[in-house]
């Protein structure tokens, strides 16, 4: 269904499927005054909540959340996005509204059949839902190629995503799922989860064939001091796609942060919490990388201002 614009041509318009109840979300705006909009978003069964800010004449990004939920670091992870050029849209899917609940929404997931009871070899039903979202983004900006990063929980959710060909950069940052507690608790190497995905195996292989062809990219990345990401989830990425995957790992692996726990999420805690960090810091260089990855494959010979 194409996205009905307002008169500027920036809204986007509710999409709605039979049966299923129409879902509005309180009103949000970031720390810097960024005020996002919303639409509602039904497909595949499911209904969810859609923050968006930007132009239609921009790139977009499909941003969806980690472990934590809609917390203050994913939004001002959009805004520093939004800031260096893009439209950006975050889907709510879990969680309380601007708040880090990591560990209460953990449990409710485990047990959530929309997130697919986070097993190894399962792509999650929310990933359905997630691809008729990018295709509704992408017609909304004129049918452009657009990016898809996950983090966390969600960071295996854009390996179904490349499969679709509005896809073009896809970001895989920490992908933890399926966890193993044995090694994120005491750093035992002793579950087969470490390297497990929570994508089918025929998705990895269409997946696989896109990235081969030339017609998508796939940024992974992880600290190497984290537990709840271990290194032989991004080696197992690197095993499944020999080409079109871009992996970068930073920091060292006995680092901790400034709350002196292990380094995991990336482009959103890791940055919040150490504010007067220089840019060579890992955190920023991170978020360098990924702007570069992304001007690669969304707007090539576009500049960026300065973080």
């Known amino acids: 269904m194409p996205a009905q614009r307002d008169p500027a041509g920036n809204a986007v318009a509710d999409v709605d499927e039979p049966g299923v109840a129409k879902v509005t979300g309180p009103a949000l705006e970031g720390s810097s005054g960024t005020v996002f909009r919303q639409f509602s978003f039904a497909s595949a069964g499911a209904c969810h909540c859609v923050y968006y800010a930007g132009e239609p004449h921009q790139p977009a990004l499909l941003v969806m959340q980690e472990i934590a939920g809609l917390s203050p670091g994913l939004i001002l992870f959009a ?6 050029g893009y439209s950006v849209y975050l889907p709510w899917l879990f969680g309380p509204f601007r708040d880090r609940a990591p560990l209460r929404n953990a449990l409710r997931l485990c047990i959530s059949r929309e997130f697919g009871y986070l097993r190894a070899g399962r792509s999650a039903p929310v990933t359905d839902w997630l691809r008729a979202l990018s295709a509704h ?72 064939s896109r990235l081969m062809s030339g017609a998508a990219e796939l940024l992974a ?29 930073y920091g060292e692996p006995t680092a901790r942060n400034a709350l002196g726990a292990r380094s995991h999420a990336t482009y959103t805690k890791e940055y919040r919490i150490a504010p007067a960090e220089p840019a060579e810091h890992f955190a920023r260089q991170a978020f360098d990388d990924l702007l570069q990855f992304l001007a690669r494959n969304l707007c090539a010979g576009r500049t960026f201002p300065a973080d």
Not at 180 to 187: E, I, T
Request: glycine share 8%; charged share 20%.
């Open 79 to 84: 805004e520093r996005l939004i800031a260096a």
């Open 137 to 208: 983004i992408s017609r909304h900006h004129g049918n452009a190629p657009i990016g898809a990063i996950g983090m966390c929980l969600t960071g295996g959710f854009v390996i179904p995503l490349i499969i679709d060909p509005q896809v073009r950069a896809a970001v895989a940052a920490q992908p933890s799922v399926p966890c193993s507690l044995l090694y994120a608790g005491w750093g035992i190497r002793a579950s087969q989860k470490l390297g497990a995905l929570n994508v089918t195996a025929e998705q990895i292989s269409q997946a696989r």
């Open 221 to 249: 990345v992880r600290c190497r001091a984290d537990r709840i990401c271990p290194a032989e989830k991004i080696q197992r990425l690197q095993r499944e796609f020999p080409r079109g995957l871009l992996a970068i790992e």
